[in-house]
């Protein structure tokens, strides 16, 4: 309730004071886009279901069609596929979907991220369906010639989480679609865009373009198994294991449930943890404050390859009694190049908090208007860059200052928010 109150102040946010009743997102879709009463079906109550499914259902077969031509359109053409630096099982299930659909028309995708696959889940499931991605660090970016590709798209992000993106821009390669479900981050110039912020989960976009024809699966072929594996696993894992799945997630995953390999999908979560990101755990599980029903763990420095440490800790931390949100965030450095980038995730079970909101709210813009971060239903994410103050941690007493000037900062920019009655000039 204190949150909302700050939010109220602000008047860029569309958060105010009417809490949403159910789910923020799907209420927020229908007075965005306002249904006018009499088209509504004249029967009471269920009509508006009814109606919104239909809705779902011809804006999905539209976006089928739409995305049909552009293939025609860009036939025999070799493209790149961005995801975010570390992708989820919903950007990776959803890219192979889309570079399974391409090859029909002779389109070659090469799936590629700059940063890590650091969650155990992910590494399995890259290695247990021989999911087609590649890492491409900067180094690799350099010994890449960009002119033999005529175009990039998105998937489950709009560049704002991807490195790569200032790189296939500054080589002038043409957006060529856009697939995301996260809030709209800004105007996108491309051919084709299917952005669905109420819907869960990308892979549930995919499935329906499957479900429309855009590729006919065979469960005889083993590669569309596991592709409808790797879809079940997206649409699962950013939907709480289906708990805030909606109709459309559903749909989606009764469609897949004749495709995939349920035995495959129990192996891909039965992957463990390391002992690296237990002890990210641990330290999250130390070190948090809980005020407000907020946990706020900052858990130090951790190698990038253990980033996924922080969301796993974040989802820890949030099953505590009397937490309904959880931050966590740490000091991430690549031991290659001396970068630095603090990181942070947000995970909540409060239905009137927007991740989206509240971190913009929390951490602004860069200089260039750019947000620190961003999110989806119940789940959000930052990222820092620390630029000159990167590196020289050989200096301990330098590495622990500068750990502890970021800690503060970050915690005083969030407990503004999870206090916002704070009187600042007063001390502690
Ligand atoms: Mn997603």
């Not at 070190?287 to 990038?304: D, E, H, K, M, T």
């Not at 941690?393 to 900062?409: G, H, I, L, P, R």
């Amino acid at each position: 309730m204190q949150l909302n109150s700050s939010f109220k102040q602000s008047e860029k946010l569309s958060l105010n004071t009417e809490p949403y009743p159910e789910d923020g997102e799907i209420d927020k879709e229908v007075v965005e886009m306002p249904l006018t009463k009499p088209s509504l079906p004249a029967s009471t109550g269920d009509g508006v279901g009814i109606y919104l499914g239909q809705r779902s259902n011809s804006l999905a077969s539209q976006k089928s069609e739409e995305l049909r031509k552009t293939f025609l359109a860009h036939q025999h053409e070799r493209h790149l596929i961005i995801l975010q630096d570390f992708p989820d099982p919903d950007a990776l299930s959803s890219a192979w979907t889309y570079q399974l659909i391409a090859q029909q028309y002779d389109i070659k995708c090469e799936i590629i991220y700059a940063g890590a696959l650091s969650h155990q889940e992910n590494i399995a499931l890259v290695k247990l369906t021989n999911l087609p991605a590649q890492r491409w660090t900067l180094q690799t970016l350099k010994s890449k010639d960009f002119s033999s590709y005529q175009g990039f798209v998105l998937i489950d992000n709009q560049g704002t989480t991807s490195q790569l993106l200032s790189c296939v821009q500054q080589a002038n390669i043409p957006l060529i679609a856009v697939i995301d479900h996260h809030s709209l981050q800004s105007e996108l110039e491309a051919d084709f865009v299917d952005i669905r912020p109420y819907v869960r989960a990308t892979a549930t976009i995919f499935t329906q373009y499957l479900q429309a024809g855009l590729l006919t699966l065979d469960s005889s072929i083993g590669q569309h198994v596991k592709c409808a594996t790797a879809l079940m696993h997206g649409l699962r894992s950013d939907t709480n294991r289906l708990m805030q799945a909606q109709e459309d997630d559903f749909m989606a995953a009764a469609y897949l449930s004749r495709f995939y390999d349920a035995q495959l999908l129990n192996a891909i979560l039965q992957a463990n943890r390391s002992k690296r990101v237990m002890d990210v755990i641990e330290r999250s599980l130390k070190n948090r404050i809980v005020q407000n029903n907020f946990s706020i763990a900052g858990v130090g420095y951790l190698r990038y390859d253990d980033r996924d440490a922080i969301p796993q800790a974040a989802d820890f931390l949030v099953t505590e009694e009397n937490v309904h949100t959880a931050v966590v965030y740490g000091i991430v450095h690549d031991e290659d190049d001396e970068l630095e980038v603090v990181i942070g995730s947000l995970r909540t079970t409060k239905l009137t908090l927007d991740p989206d909101e509240f971190i913009k709210e929390a951490f602004g813009q860069d200089s260039t208007g750019r947000f620190f971060g961003g999110g989806r239903t119940s789940a959000g994410g930052f990222e820092i860059p620390m630029g000159f103050l990167s590196g020289s941690n050989e200096n301990s007493a330098y590495a622990k200052m500068k750990w502890d000037v970021f800690d503060t900062q970050i915690k005083q920019k969030l407990l503004r928010l999870v206090n916002p009655r704070d009187n600042p000039i007063q001390s502690e």
